[in-house]
């Protein structure tokens, strides 16, 4: 097991109804901006549940976050939050709602240039505005990480960024507000959560026994869960684990003393960003072919994963790796995620810019052992069209 550093400040309030505590976590005198996305919070309710939770509290709204947040979309709130001198946020929404308020949380009093922030990976943040969250779609894992992705529309770019003054103070897990999520989005937030876990897991072996068999409960559960969301909704201890599994996904628990990839999202980073894809279809597209072009790299782990998360034991250790990747392939069909390039209208002509957008973002040796380069990516690429 390698060394690890481990702090998890974000304080989660799990279960129905724990919308109604919020006021415990916010202090009275706080002037609090709501910030949420395209109307989804007000047609199913939640945006009137958070401030009927929030009596007497000076609260301004900023509505129109999208999903993958945009920077200019993000300058814009900074700047009524600086004029209004709010100190406090709350992200009443899914993973872009929540990023996008990390960014402005960190932008709000930031001297220098602020898509520095973005620029910097978030190394050049050194305060942010309290914050909390209202989760409404389980995928991203952000409503417990450090962690956002902000997109400039001007010059198409998507980038990561990270910093610990980055973690919510709280954020509110209620599974019924779920229910109102399209089955695209259910399937989504299957897919993006199982991919994180693989991109911590699905590496080489480091002893993190702990590590491993945490991420395979996860693998299992989202396999297990998954197809019943779509099944069945409503299920109230269905979306539950399916929310848990997506928190526990990336925070920090199951990748802390192992190596991690993180290759497949780079690569869907950029496609999204040039294409317009979700986060999770880019994932589902990647995924498959990465694994099958870095099998060596990761036999060891795909072997384990190959046993203990679809049972396949036997036969030489080639075709029980590429069973697995093939598993892996039909899950993410079966949770109506597509997962070719050409199930989106991309051809092998667009490859060639997405290899030069990772170059642009000095993305050109990735993966866990820093060795996927932009010809391997043109090679991987290759093999999702
Ligand atoms: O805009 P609204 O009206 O809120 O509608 C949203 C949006 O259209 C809708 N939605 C959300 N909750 C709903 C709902 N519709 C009905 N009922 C509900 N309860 O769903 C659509 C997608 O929402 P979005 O927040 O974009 O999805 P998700 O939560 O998957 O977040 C995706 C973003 O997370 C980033 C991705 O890059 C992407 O920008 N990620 C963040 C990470 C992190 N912070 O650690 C890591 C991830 O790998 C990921 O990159
Ligand atoms: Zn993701």
């Given at each position: 097991?390698?060394?690890?550093?481990?702090?998890?400040?974000?304080?989660?309030?799990?279960?129905?109804?724990?919308?109604?505590?919020?006021?415990?976590?916010?202090?009275?005198?706080?002037?609090?901006?709501?910030?949420?996305?395209?109307?989804?919070?007000?047609?199913?309710?939640?945006?009137?549940?958070?401030?009927?939770?929030?009596?007497?509290?000076?609260?301004?709204?900023?509505?129109?976050?999208?999903?993958?947040?945009?920077?200019?979309?993000?300058?814009?709130?900074?700047?009524?939050?600086?004029?209004?001198?709010?100190?406090?946020?709350?992200?009443?929404?899914?993973?872009?709602?929540?990023?996008?308020?990390?960014?402005?949380?960190?932008?709000?009093?930031?001297?220098?240039?602020?898509?520095?922030?973005?620029?910097?990976?978030?190394?050049?943040?050194?305060?942010?505005?309290?914050?909390?969250?209202?989760?409404?779609?389980?995928?991203?894992?952000?409503?417990?990480?450090?962690?956002?992705?902000?997109?400039?529309?001007?010059?198409?770019?998507?980038?990561?960024?990270?910093?610990?003054?980055?973690?919510?103070?709280?954020?509110?897990?209620?599974?019924?507000?779920?229910?109102?999520?399209?089955?695209?989005?259910?399937?989504?937030?299957?897919?993006?959560?199982?991919?994180?876990?693989?991109?911590?897991?699905?590496?080489?072996?480091?002893?993190?026994?702990?590590?491993?068999?945490?991420?395979?409960?996860?693998?299992?559960?989202?396999?297990?869960?998954?197809?019943?969301?779509?099944?069945?909704?409503?299920?109230?201890?269905?979306?539950?684990?399916?929310?848990?599994?997506?928190?526990l996904g990336l925070n920090g628990l199951i990748s802390a003393g192992v190596p991690q990839d993180w290759a497949t999202h780079m690569i869907g980073h950029e496609l999204t960003a040039l294409h317009g894809l979700d986060h999770a279809k880019t994932l589902a597209i990647v995924l498959p072919a990465m694994l099958r072009i870095r099998k060596d790299d990761k036999k060891q782990k795909l072997l384990q994963y190959a046993e203990r998360v679809w049972g396949i034991s036997r036969g030489d250790e080639d075709a029980r790796m590429d069973e697995a990747i093939d598993k892996t392939r039909e899950f993410?069909?079966?949770?109506?995620?597509?997962?070719?390039?050409?199930?989106?209208?991309?051809?092998?002509?667009?490859?060639?810019?997405?290899?030069?957008?990772?170059?642009?973002?000095?993305?050109?040796?990735?993966?866990?052992?820093?060795?996927?380069?932009?010809?391997?990516?043109?090679?991987?690429?290759?093999?999702?069209?």
């Amino acid at each position: 097991m390698l060394n690890f550093t481990f702090c998890n400040p974000t304080k989660i309030l799990f279960g129905k109804g724990m919308i109604k505590d919020i006021a415990k976590e916010i202090p009275k005198e706080a002037k609090i901006m709501i910030t949420y996305g395209g109307g989804s919070v007000k047609r199913n309710g939640v945006l009137d549940e958070v401030k009927a939770a929030l009596p007497g509290y000076d609260i301004d709204e900023f509505a129109g976050i999208e999903p993958n947040p945009a920077y200019e979309t993000l300058m814009r709130c900074t700047e009524k939050v600086r004029d209004q001198k709010i100190d406090f946020l709350l992200a009443v929404g899914g993973g872009s709602v929540i990023d996008g308020t990390k960014f402005i949380a960190a932008a709000a009093n930031f001297a220098g240039e602020p898509w520095d922030i973005v620029k910097s990976f978030g190394r050049g943040v050194r305060q942010a505005l309290p914050f909390g969250a209202v989760l409404t779609l389980p995928a991203s894992g952000s409503e417990m990480n450090s962690g956002a992705v902000i997109t400039r529309l001007a010059t198409k770019t998507k980038l990561p960024i990270s910093n610990p003054h980055l973690f919510p103070k709280f954020s509110v897990l209620d599974p019924t507000k779920t229910f109102s999520l399209p089955a695209s989005q259910i399937g989504n937030g299957v897919v993006d959560t199982f991919v994180h876990i693989t991109e911590q897991y699905l590496t080489y072996p480091v002893m993190g026994k702990v590590q491993d068999r945490l991420a395979e409960g996860l693998l299992l559960t989202l396999i297990e869960e998954g197809p019943q969301a779509l099944a069945d909704p409503e299920n109230y201890d269905v979306r539950a684990n399916l929310m848990w599994c997506a928190t526990l996904g990336l925070n920090g628990l199951i990748s802390a003393g192992v190596p991690q990839d993180w290759a497949t999202h780079m690569i869907g980073h950029e496609l999204t960003a040039l294409h317009g894809l979700d986060h999770a279809k880019t994932l589902a597209i990647v995924l498959p072919a990465m694994l099958r072009i870095r099998k060596d790299d990761k036999k060891q782990k795909l072997l384990q994963y190959a046993e203990r998360v679809w049972g396949i034991s036997r036969g030489d250790e080639d075709a029980r790796m590429d069973e697995a990747i093939d598993k892996t392939r039909e899950f993410f069909e079966r949770m109506q995620v597509k997962t070719r390039l050409c199930d989106y209208g991309i051809t092998a002509e667009a490859i060639p810019a997405v290899v030069e957008q990772l170059k642009a973002h000095g993305m050109v040796k990735l993966g866990e052992k820093f060795n996927v380069t932009p010809e391997m990516v043109e090679k991987i690429l290759g093999q999702c069209l």
